[in-house]
C-alpha cells in the first residue's frame, strides 16, 4: 500500500474512520486557535473581519491532501467555527 500524503492516509479512495477522526481534530483546533486571532482583529465600528486566516488553513489543507479529506476538513472548521463563535476567548 503506497502513503501519499500523511501516514494515516491510505492511497486508496476513501479514509479510514478513525484516519478521518485524526485529521478532523487537528485541523479543529488549528481553525479556532486562528478564528480567535481573527475574531480579536475584528474592527470595533463595523465587526468585520480583517481578514480570516482560518480560511487558509482549510484551504491549504485541502490543497496539501486532496479532495478525498473534504469531509474531516468540513466537519473540523464546522466544529471550530461553532466554538469559537459560542465561546470566544479574550486575549490579554
Known amino acids: 500500500m503506497q502513503v501519499s500524503g500523511a501516514a494515516f492516509l491510505p492511497d486508496d479512495r476513501r479514509l479510514s474512520w478513525i484516519g478521518s477522526i485524526a485529521l478532523a481534530i487537528p485541523v479543529s483546533v488549528a481553525y479556532f ?12 465600528p463595523d465587526g468585520v473581519a480583517v481578514f480570516w486566516p482560518a480560511a487558509g488553513i482549510s484551504s491549504g489543507i485541502l490543497i496539501a ?28
Open 33 to 44: 486557535l486562528a478564528a480567535q486571532l481573527s475574531l480579536e482583529l475584528l474592527t470595533k
Open 65 to 92: 491532501l486532496g479532495p478525498r479529506v473534504r469531509l474531516p476538513v468540513t466537519v473540523g472548521v464546522v466544529i471550530a467555527t461553532t466554538a469559537a463563535r459560542a465561546a470566544p476567548v479574550k486575549f490579554p
